[in-house]
């Protein structure tokens, strides 16, 4: 049974945020909510968690297009190759927001998700929650979207109907409010072109 938490994005109750974390530090997967869709979620450090993911989605995991969620723009350098001022500009002036930004990887990422991956996509929600998450864990989270089955809504958006549906598959759903259904916009920064390759619930300003 996953554990269920319930936080206001105005203000996220910080006692929660540490057990949160404490579930994420000893390798669990949560469910929580972004500007956007729900997502999965784990520390992108703890190996088995990041498989586990894959194996809920139901993708191989060298195949998978995982993006990070950071706090902010300071571990970038950790995991990316930003190619230029120019594309550091863009994503300063439109994050946090509905973006996953596709930038070049560093060798820190293949080591994660155990394959030759070029590219590694970074969001910063506009979302506090799944910010403080990160912020006390001290190190990005593992982000992909819970899909729905419905045929009508491609994305989950009820966390009480996210939790009926995961709750033996994951280990903490926390409840941030209705969803959305829109996804993130993608935009692939890996060259010196700037490309829109999904247009989402973001409107990129360059």
Do not use: W
């Amino acid at each position: 049974m996953a554990e269920y938490f319930k936080l206001y994005n105005e203000n996220p109750n910080e006692r929660t945020i540490k057990q949160i974390v404490e579930i994420l530090r000893s390798g669990g997967v949560i469910i929580y909510p972004t500007d956007t869709v729900y997502g999965f979620g784990c520390d992108i450090t703890n190996q088995k968690a990041v498989e586990r993911i894959a194996r809920i989605k139901g993708i191989k995991l060298e195949k998978a297009n995982f993006s990070f969620i950071c706090y902010d723009l300071s571990n970038l350098s950790e995991y990316t190759k930003v190619t230029s001022n120019h594309v550091f500009k863009v994503m300063k002036h439109n994050l946090p927001g509905a973006f996953t930004f596709i930038l070049n990887a560093n060798s820190n990422v293949p080591k994660l998700f155990k394959s030759k991956k070029k590219t590694v996509g970074i969001r910063i929600p506009d979302n506090n929650i799944c910010r403080a998450i990160v912020k006390e864990l001290g190190n990005p989270i593992l982000t992909t979207s819970v899909k729905s089955n419905d045929e009508i809504l491609e994305y989950h958006t009820d966390p009480e109907l996210i939790k009926e549906e995961y709750d033996k598959l994951v280990d903490a759903v926390i409840d941030g409010g209705m969803g959305k259904n829109v996804p993130s916009t993608i935009v692939d920064c890996s060259s010196d072109d700037i490309e829109i390759i999904r247009q989402g619930a973001g409107d990129l300003e360059l």
